[in-house]
């Protein structure tokens, strides 16, 4: 049982990386505060879990959540994990399309982190989960363009953040994932199989958001062992 519990915030908890993070956490002693549009049930009566049914996509719906985040104060780290996908031709990509995607993988973190930041501390750790897709140089794949476009705003934003609140102690820092055995993964590459299952990548995030802050700030790095 963890000695020095932490508060934890995270999104996308309803399957996959979040999921496991979400109960990695709560095993291990620590508050979770977890935040998808449609949680677990077995969440609801889960010991050092509170399970938040929102649409962070929704600004309207984050507008309510300071009401709990004042009983779980201070924040000690936020994790940005859900995300929204597209696997669809750039010419038949809509407007709305990209607006769909932005809304959760960008506009929803800085709506959520503005929400967050007065309840954080020094120390506290802000960590937005991104995609090798976002990363200038990389592989990239035909049909990802509001996706990947989308992981690679979210990567400058965390940059930005990391210089304008450096002097508070905060560090925001971003994680750009490979291929790990998920849902989403599934979708985009049928005939795939990743290397890693969302249960080991939470377990590296895990050590990531409770510790990398003493080492990164500002910074995006690359957990990928490889590419499909």
């Keep these: 049982m963890q000695t020095n519990p932490k ?3 995270i999104t996308g908890t309803s399957k996959g990386i979040g999921y ?3 109960k990695f956490f709560a095993k291990n002693g ?3 505060l977890a935040l998808s549009r449609n949680n677990p049930i077995e969440f609801s009566e889960a010991e050092n879990i509170k399970a938040l049914n929102i649409d962070i996509s929704e600004a309207e719906s984050l507008d309510k959540l300071p009401l709990v985040l004042d009983a779980f104060k201070p924040i000690d780290a936020i994790i940005h994990n859900a995300g929204a996908f597209l696997n669809k031709p750039f010419a038949e990509t809509t407007l709305a399309d990209f607006q769909n995607i932005y809304a959760t993988n960008v506009f929803a973190v800085a709506k959520l982190t ?3 930041l007065p309840y954080m501390q020094k120390s506290s750790h802000c960590v937005a989960i991104s995609s090798m897709g976002g990363i200038q140089g990389s592989m990239k794949f035909a049909g990802l363009s509001a996706y990947s476009s989308s992981k690679g705003a979210l990567i400058t934003l965390m940059e930005l953040l990391a210089e304008e609140y450096k002097t508070t102690g905060i560090a925001f820092n971003t994680l750009a994932l490979g291929a790990v055995q998920t849902e989403m993964l599934a979708k985009a590459f049928p005939d795939y199989q990743a290397p890693l299952t969302a249960d080991e990548m939470a ?3 895990y050590d990531f958001a409770l510790n990398g802050h003493k080492y990164y700030n500002g910074k995006v790095l690359q957990v ?5």
């Design 203 to 205: 377990n590296y995030i």
């Design 224 to 228: 990928s062992s490889t590419t499909p």
């Design 20 to 22: 496991a993070l979400a």
């Design 7 to 9: 508060t934890i915030l």
């Design 114 to 116: 503005q929400i967050c």
């Design 30 to 32: 620590h508050q979770v």
